[in-house]
Protein backbone atom coordinates (compact mmCIF):
# COMPACT_ATOMS: atom_id res chain seq x y z
CA UNK A 1 0.00 0.00 0.00
CA UNK A 2 1.12 3.58 -0.83
CA UNK A 3 2.16 5.43 2.74
CA UNK A 4 0.91 8.59 1.71
CA UNK A 5 -2.85 7.84 2.43
CA UNK A 6 -4.16 9.22 5.23
CA UNK A 7 -5.32 6.40 8.03
CA UNK A 8 -7.86 6.76 10.76
CA UNK A 9 -8.67 4.20 12.91
CA UNK A 10 -11.67 3.34 13.31
CA UNK A 11 -13.53 4.03 16.20
CA UNK A 12 -15.41 0.60 17.49
CA UNK A 13 -18.96 0.58 17.49
CA UNK A 14 -21.12 1.85 20.68
CA UNK A 15 -22.50 -0.66 22.34
CA UNK A 16 -22.66 -2.34 25.61
CA UNK A 17 -20.01 -4.73 24.90
CA UNK A 18 -15.94 -3.82 26.67
CA UNK A 19 -13.51 -3.27 23.94
CA UNK A 20 -11.66 -6.44 23.71
CA UNK A 21 -14.81 -9.38 23.86
CA UNK A 22 -15.92 -11.21 21.43
CA UNK A 23 -20.04 -10.40 20.83
CA UNK A 24 -21.49 -13.91 21.96
CA UNK A 25 -25.09 -13.67 20.18
CA UNK A 26 -23.33 -12.24 16.79
CA UNK A 27 -20.66 -15.70 17.25
CA UNK A 28 -23.48 -17.96 17.16
CA UNK A 29 -23.42 -18.76 13.81
CA UNK A 30 -19.30 -19.31 13.80
CA UNK A 31 -19.46 -22.06 16.47
CA UNK A 32 -22.59 -23.65 15.20
CA UNK A 33 -20.75 -24.47 12.09
CA UNK A 34 -18.01 -26.07 13.88
CA UNK A 35 -20.55 -28.79 14.67
CA UNK A 36 -22.39 -28.66 11.94
CA UNK A 37 -19.91 -31.31 10.35
CA UNK A 38 -20.36 -34.17 12.76
CA UNK A 39 -23.75 -35.00 11.32
CA UNK A 40 -21.55 -36.68 8.97
CA UNK A 41 -21.94 -39.48 11.46
CA UNK A 42 -25.63 -39.98 9.85
CA UNK A 43 -24.86 -39.67 6.23
CA UNK A 44 -21.66 -41.08 5.83
CA UNK A 45 -18.80 -39.58 3.88
CA UNK A 46 -18.91 -39.99 0.39
CA UNK A 47 -16.08 -39.90 -2.32
CA UNK A 48 -17.89 -36.80 -4.00
CA UNK A 49 -17.65 -35.14 -0.44
CA UNK A 50 -13.97 -35.87 -0.04
CA UNK A 51 -12.95 -34.37 -3.75
CA UNK A 52 -15.42 -31.75 -2.71
CA UNK A 53 -13.30 -30.52 0.34
CA UNK A 54 -9.99 -31.00 -1.43
CA UNK A 55 -11.26 -28.65 -3.99
CA UNK A 56 -12.94 -26.13 -2.06
CA UNK A 57 -10.40 -25.68 0.49
CA UNK A 58 -7.13 -25.30 -1.72
CA UNK A 59 -9.16 -23.28 -3.95
CA UNK A 60 -10.24 -21.08 -1.71
CA UNK A 61 -7.27 -20.87 0.45
CA UNK A 62 -5.93 -19.01 -3.05
CA UNK A 63 -7.93 -16.61 -3.45
CA UNK A 64 -7.40 -15.75 0.02
CA UNK A 65 -3.86 -16.04 -0.05
CA UNK A 66 -3.39 -14.25 -3.60
CA UNK A 67 -6.30 -12.25 -3.60
CA UNK A 68 -7.68 -11.11 -0.23
CA UNK A 69 -4.11 -11.08 1.04
CA UNK A 70 -1.55 -10.51 -2.09
CA UNK A 71 -3.19 -8.09 -4.26
CA UNK A 72 -6.11 -6.05 -2.38
CA UNK A 73 -3.67 -6.05 0.69
CA UNK A 74 -0.41 -5.40 -1.01
CA UNK A 75 -0.70 -5.15 -4.35
CA UNK A 76 1.82 -7.29 -5.23
CA UNK A 77 0.88 -7.43 -8.82
CA UNK A 78 -1.64 -6.05 -11.50
CA UNK A 79 -4.83 -7.67 -13.00
CA UNK A 80 -7.69 -6.41 -15.35
CA UNK A 81 -10.69 -5.53 -13.48
CA UNK A 82 -12.70 -8.80 -14.35
CA UNK A 83 -10.31 -10.97 -12.83
CA UNK A 84 -9.61 -8.49 -9.58
CA UNK A 85 -13.38 -8.96 -9.39
CA UNK A 86 -13.32 -12.61 -9.89
CA UNK A 87 -10.70 -12.73 -6.49
CA UNK A 88 -12.59 -10.56 -4.89
CA UNK A 89 -15.74 -12.71 -5.05
CA UNK A 90 -13.67 -16.22 -4.59
CA UNK A 91 -12.17 -14.82 -1.10
CA UNK A 92 -15.88 -14.30 -0.21
CA UNK A 93 -16.36 -17.89 -0.73
CA UNK A 94 -14.70 -18.33 2.28
CA UNK A 95 -16.65 -16.90 4.56
CA UNK A 96 -13.81 -14.69 6.01
CA UNK A 97 -16.30 -11.32 5.19
CA UNK A 98 -15.28 -8.80 2.29
CA UNK A 99 -12.13 -8.13 0.40
CA UNK A 100 -12.02 -4.53 1.49
CA UNK A 101 -13.03 -5.22 5.72
CA UNK A 102 -10.37 -8.14 5.06
CA UNK A 103 -7.38 -6.17 3.57
CA UNK A 104 -8.32 -3.18 5.45
CA UNK A 105 -7.73 -4.95 8.37
CA UNK A 106 -4.29 -6.46 7.12
CA UNK A 107 -3.27 -3.33 6.45
CA UNK A 108 -3.64 -1.96 9.91
CA UNK A 109 -2.09 -4.87 10.76
CA UNK A 110 1.18 -3.91 9.12
CA UNK A 111 1.08 -1.11 9.46
CA UNK A 112 0.73 -1.15 13.57
CA UNK A 113 2.02 -4.93 13.85
CA UNK A 114 2.01 -6.18 17.45
CA UNK A 115 1.40 -2.69 19.14
CA UNK A 116 -2.00 -1.96 20.74
CA UNK A 117 -3.61 -0.58 17.34
CA UNK A 118 -3.21 -4.29 15.50
CA UNK A 119 -6.02 -5.54 15.25
CA UNK A 120 -4.48 -9.15 16.01
CA UNK A 121 -1.69 -9.02 17.89
CA UNK A 122 -1.01 -11.85 20.17
CA UNK A 123 0.43 -9.37 22.80
CA UNK A 124 -3.62 -9.39 23.32
CA UNK A 125 -3.49 -13.21 23.94
CA UNK A 126 -3.11 -16.07 21.31
CA UNK A 127 -6.89 -16.76 21.53
CA UNK A 128 -7.41 -12.97 20.66
CA UNK A 129 -5.32 -13.12 17.63
CA UNK A 130 -6.56 -16.26 15.72
CA UNK A 131 -10.35 -15.45 16.35
CA UNK A 132 -11.41 -13.02 18.95
CA UNK A 133 -10.63 -9.85 16.76
CA UNK A 134 -12.94 -11.28 14.40
CA UNK A 135 -15.98 -12.13 16.61
CA UNK A 136 -15.63 -9.07 18.44
CA UNK A 137 -17.67 -5.37 17.74
CA UNK A 138 -14.44 -3.72 17.86
CA UNK A 139 -13.22 -4.90 14.19
CA UNK A 140 -16.60 -4.85 13.13
CA UNK A 141 -16.18 -1.56 10.72
CA UNK A 142 -13.55 -1.12 7.57
CA UNK A 143 -10.73 0.55 8.92
CA UNK A 144 -11.09 4.16 7.51
CA UNK A 145 -9.01 5.32 4.93
CA UNK A 146 -7.47 2.13 4.21
CA UNK A 147 -9.25 1.00 1.15
CA UNK A 148 -9.51 3.94 -0.71
CA UNK A 149 -8.14 2.57 -4.26
CA UNK A 150 -11.08 -0.13 -4.25
CA UNK A 151 -13.63 1.21 -2.40
CA UNK A 152 -14.83 3.19 -5.13
CA UNK A 153 -15.04 0.61 -7.57
CA UNK A 154 -18.68 -0.67 -8.03
CA UNK A 155 -18.52 -4.07 -8.61
CA UNK A 156 -15.75 -4.61 -5.81
CA UNK A 157 -18.16 -2.79 -3.31
CA UNK A 158 -20.94 -4.86 -4.46
CA UNK A 159 -19.01 -8.00 -3.77
CA UNK A 160 -17.71 -6.78 -0.47
CA UNK A 161 -21.46 -5.44 0.90
CA UNK A 162 -22.74 -8.77 -0.25
CA UNK A 163 -20.34 -10.81 0.79
CA UNK A 164 -22.77 -13.40 1.68
CA UNK A 165 -24.07 -14.33 -1.64
CA UNK A 166 -20.31 -16.33 -2.32
CA UNK A 167 -20.15 -19.08 0.95
CA UNK A 168 -23.73 -19.85 0.21
CA UNK A 169 -23.69 -20.10 -3.72
CA UNK A 170 -21.11 -22.47 -2.99
CA UNK A 171 -22.52 -24.61 -0.02
CA UNK A 172 -25.72 -24.80 -2.86
CA UNK A 173 -23.55 -26.18 -5.05
CA UNK A 174 -21.84 -28.35 -3.03
CA UNK A 175 -25.14 -29.97 -1.90
CA UNK A 176 -26.15 -30.24 -5.63
CA UNK A 177 -23.05 -32.11 -6.29
CA UNK A 178 -22.43 -34.34 -3.09
CA UNK A 179 -25.84 -34.39 -0.88
CA UNK A 180 -25.55 -33.74 2.38
CA UNK A 181 -21.90 -35.42 2.72
CA UNK A 182 -21.37 -32.93 0.36
CA UNK A 183 -22.59 -30.02 2.08
CA UNK A 184 -21.09 -30.90 5.74
CA UNK A 185 -18.04 -31.89 4.86
CA UNK A 186 -17.53 -30.26 1.13
CA UNK A 187 -18.51 -27.30 2.53
CA UNK A 188 -18.91 -26.82 6.36
CA UNK A 189 -15.31 -28.96 7.52
CA UNK A 190 -13.69 -27.34 4.64
CA UNK A 191 -15.06 -23.89 5.63
CA UNK A 192 -13.28 -24.98 9.44
CA UNK A 193 -10.27 -26.11 8.15
CA UNK A 194 -9.98 -22.96 6.06
CA UNK A 195 -10.82 -20.65 8.74
CA UNK A 196 -8.44 -22.15 11.65
CA UNK A 197 -5.56 -22.41 8.52
CA UNK A 198 -6.08 -18.51 7.98
CA UNK A 199 -5.87 -17.52 11.20
CA UNK A 200 -2.82 -19.57 12.19
CA UNK A 201 -0.81 -16.35 10.06
CA UNK A 202 -2.14 -14.41 12.33
CA UNK A 203 -1.52 -16.36 15.95
CA UNK A 204 0.68 -19.12 15.10
CA UNK A 205 3.37 -17.43 12.74
CA UNK A 206 3.55 -14.36 15.48
CA UNK A 207 4.73 -17.30 17.98
CA UNK A 208 6.10 -20.62 16.63
CA UNK A 209 8.81 -20.49 14.12
CA UNK A 210 12.42 -19.36 12.97
CA UNK A 211 13.19 -15.53 12.06
CA UNK A 212 15.17 -14.47 9.38
CA UNK A 213 15.19 -10.81 9.44
CA UNK A 214 15.14 -8.68 12.66
CA UNK A 215 11.98 -6.65 12.41
CA UNK A 216 10.41 -4.49 14.71
CA UNK A 217 7.44 -7.67 15.14
CA UNK A 218 6.79 -10.55 16.42
CA UNK A 219 6.57 -12.66 12.83
CA UNK A 220 7.92 -16.42 12.16
CA UNK A 221 8.74 -18.58 9.38
CA UNK A 222 7.09 -21.38 9.82
CA UNK A 223 6.85 -24.60 6.98
CA UNK A 224 3.75 -26.20 8.55
CA UNK A 225 1.75 -23.15 7.92
CA UNK A 226 3.43 -22.88 4.82
CA UNK A 227 1.92 -25.89 3.52
CA UNK A 228 -1.48 -25.68 4.87
CA UNK A 229 -1.85 -21.69 3.89
CA UNK A 230 0.00 -22.53 0.34
CA UNK A 231 3.06 -20.11 1.26
CA UNK A 232 1.67 -17.77 3.75
CA UNK A 233 3.34 -19.41 6.71
CA UNK A 234 6.83 -17.27 5.94
CA UNK A 235 5.46 -14.74 7.54
CA UNK A 236 8.56 -13.06 8.71
CA UNK A 237 9.78 -13.02 4.86
CA UNK A 238 6.57 -11.23 4.22
CA UNK A 239 6.89 -8.78 7.34
CA UNK A 240 10.40 -8.09 6.25
CA UNK A 241 9.23 -7.28 2.07
CA UNK A 242 5.57 -7.01 2.76
CA UNK A 243 5.22 -5.81 -1.08
CA UNK A 244 6.17 -9.02 -2.78
CA UNK A 245 3.97 -11.24 -4.91
CA UNK A 246 6.33 -14.11 -3.76
CA UNK A 247 6.94 -14.85 0.08
CA UNK A 248 9.17 -17.57 0.27
CA UNK A 249 12.64 -16.65 -0.57
CA UNK A 250 14.36 -19.80 -1.04
CA UNK A 251 12.98 -22.80 -3.38
CA UNK A 252 12.51 -24.99 -0.33
CA UNK A 253 9.88 -22.25 0.97
CA UNK A 254 6.94 -23.84 -0.36
CA UNK A 255 4.79 -21.66 -1.85
CA UNK A 256 2.43 -22.69 -3.85
CA UNK A 257 0.27 -19.34 -4.14
CA UNK A 258 3.29 -17.63 -5.98
CA UNK A 259 3.67 -20.44 -7.88
CA UNK A 260 -0.51 -20.68 -9.52
CA UNK A 261 0.61 -16.74 -9.89
CA UNK A 262 3.54 -17.50 -12.07
CA UNK A 263 1.11 -19.83 -14.00
CA UNK A 264 -1.47 -17.14 -14.46
CA UNK A 265 1.03 -14.92 -15.31
CA UNK A 266 2.23 -16.72 -18.33
CA UNK A 267 -1.83 -16.66 -19.33
CA UNK A 268 -1.30 -13.26 -19.34
CA UNK A 269 -4.31 -13.06 -16.49
CA UNK A 270 -1.95 -11.45 -14.02
CA UNK A 271 1.06 -9.31 -14.12
CA UNK A 272 3.82 -6.83 -13.03
CA UNK A 273 4.12 -9.70 -10.08
CA UNK A 274 6.87 -7.85 -7.51
CA UNK A 275 9.48 -10.23 -7.01
CA UNK A 276 12.73 -10.17 -4.81
CA UNK A 277 16.21 -9.23 -6.36
CA UNK A 278 18.52 -11.99 -6.50
CA UNK A 279 20.87 -10.58 -3.59
CA UNK A 280 17.38 -10.60 -1.28
CA UNK A 281 17.80 -14.27 -2.20
CA UNK A 282 21.76 -14.60 -1.46
CA UNK A 283 20.96 -12.45 2.11
CA UNK A 284 22.33 -14.85 5.09
CA UNK A 285 19.97 -15.94 7.65
CA UNK A 286 21.26 -13.83 9.91
CA UNK A 287 21.11 -10.19 8.56
CA UNK A 288 18.90 -7.57 10.00
CA UNK A 289 16.62 -5.47 8.34
CA UNK A 290 19.21 -2.58 8.86
CA UNK A 291 21.54 -4.27 6.39
CA UNK A 292 19.32 -4.82 3.72
CA UNK A 293 18.76 -2.60 0.70
CA UNK A 294 14.87 -0.55 0.83
CA UNK A 295 12.38 -2.43 -0.88
CA UNK A 296 10.99 -0.65 -4.41
ZN1 LIG B 1 1.68 -10.65 10.72
ZN1 LIG C 1 0.39 -9.09 4.65
Known sequence: MSNDEP??????????????RINPRSSIPFF??????????????TWTAVWLFMATYWGRMFFITAGYHRYFSHRAYRTSRPFAAVLAFG????????????AGHHR????????P????????GFWWSHVGWILSDDTSPV???TMKEYSDIPEIRWIDKHDWVAPWSLAVACFLIGGWSGLLIGFFASTVLLWHSTFLVNSLAHVWGTRRFDTTDTSRNNFVIAVLTMGEGWHNNHHRYAHLARQGLYWWEVDASYWVLCGLEKLHIVW???RPRPEWLEAKPAQTEADLPVPD
Open 143 to 145: PEG
Open 272 to 274: DLK
Open 108 to 115: MHHRYSDT
Open 7 to 20: LVVAEAPKGNLPHG
Open 117 to 124: TDPHTPRK
Open 32 to 45: AIHLLPFLAVFTGI
Open 91 to 102: GCAAAQKGPLWW
